[in-house]
């Protein structure tokens, strides 16, 4: 690992020498844009415990409520670099704002490296059905006072139950990251992740989920006479940092995904599937599963509309002892009412069981009613 860091250093290193003994052909030029998007959602939680969801909320939808401002610049020597910057409205019960992902990059024929705040392969390269969803993007697009608040009927995990994401996946982590260029539709990638939990900012701290996360992933894109057609699969591992709660340390993080996409006359079609056997495990529990699932979603386009739905479906045991199945169905229509303003509306079903407690079951309703201005 330290050899690899080595030599990922060096060669991030050599790009910006480069860079600056060619002096750049002109100053980077920027771009800046930006979005706001507020929500009135209705919540009907039933069976909630203390400190569950029901009833309404006026929010902005934090995912979709951002400053953008992007430079890009070319060497003389043909090296593209850049940065990129976004803030985001990030607080509960405050106007607080911070950095969402904040990173630099250098690219050419060689393919792309980047440094910072970004998203790892596994976020860059595989497609899920979430990708085609609309309005508030199915279940990823919504943050933590969300449609996953009404969770807490059983205490499921939002990681994997609601977001449905790979336990390697370390999000807007502060990371090192390559791409390679596309051959013949073919790409692949590799990111690295000192602490999972850190962003923009980082510490020598263990914050909780996973140190030294590797990410690797690729993908094959390519076009049939109008349809088009994506797979791609990504695979992690990690060191759990999680406070143990038994003598016997908790399990590594080691997970999977696989993932595929067809489009085709403005329908669009999307599935994945997700494994994170027993990462992040407390130690000496037995039959513990952290979690895996499958989702499938379609959407249709047309002109200034679109509709999609999804369905997933997740079964998890991180106690050896409650058997959790989480079923989450949702549908959106989102509309272009003019140039950069549209409105939505998103609803979900969420079926959440424990398959050992007859008493620990419940459904909850979300209605999300929303309208986004970008520019």
Not at 141 to 154: D, F, K, L, V, Y
Not at 195 to 201: F, S, V
Request: negative net charge; charged residues 15%.
């Amino acid at each position: 690992m330290k050899k690899t860091l080595l030599a990922t250093s060096a060669l991030i290193g050599a790009s910006v020498v480069a860079a600056g003994a060619a002096n750049a052909a002109e100053a980077p030029v920027m771009t800046f844009s930006g979005n706001l998007s507020y929500e009135y959602i209705f919540v009907d939680n039933e069976n909630r415990p203390v400190g569950g969801t029901d009833g309404h909320v006026l929010t902005a939808n934090e995912q979709q409520s951002e400053l953008v401002w992007d430079a890009r610049g070319t060497a003389d020597n043909g090296l593209e670099y850049g940065a990129n910057i976004q803030w985001r409205a990030m607080g509960v019960d405050a106007a607080a704002g911070a950095f969402d992902e904040a990173w630099i990059d250098f690219r050419g024929g060689w393919g792309r490296l980047f440094v910072g705040s970004e998203d790892g392969v596994d976020g860059l390269l595989v497609p899920d059905s979430n990708g085609i969803q609309v309005g508030a993007w199915g279940t990823d697009g919504n943050g933590a006072n969300r449609a996953e608040t009404s969770m807490n009927i059983t205490g499921a995990s939002t990681g994997i139950a609601y977001y449905m994401d790979p336990a390697h996946y370390a999000g807007d982590s502060a990371k090192l990251g390559y791409v390679t260029p596309s051959f013949g539709g073919f790409s692949a990638g590799v990111s690295f992740a000192p602490e999972a939990a850190d962003d923009t900012r980082s510490d020598f701290a263990e914050d909780g989920g996973g140190a030294n996360n590797v990410e690797l992933a690729a993908r094959f894109s390519t076009d049939f006479s109008g349809v088009g057609v994506t797979v791609g699969g990504s695979y992690g591992f990690a060191e759990s940092n999680n406070a143990a709660t038994a003598a016997i340390a908790n399990e590594d993080i080691e997970s999977w995904r696989v993932g595929a996409s067809v489009s085709v006359a403005g329908f669009s079609f999307a599935a994945d599937y997700v494994d994170n056997d027993e990462s992040g495990c407390a130690g000496g529990v037995n039959n513990c599963d952290a979690g895996s699932g499958w989702a499938v979603g379609a959407a249709y386009s047309f002109g200034p509309g679109g509709i999609s739905a999804s369905y997933q479906s997740v079964d998890e045991n991180l106690t050896g002892a409650n058997e959790i199945e989480t079923d989450i169905f949702h549908a959106g229509i989102n509309y272009q009412v003019a140039e950069g303003l549209s409105a939505r509306i998103n609803g979900y079903h969420i079926d959440s069981t424990d398959q050992n407690a007859a008493t620990a079951d419940g459904d909850s309703t979300v209605v999300i009613v929303g309208t986004r201005v970008q520019f």
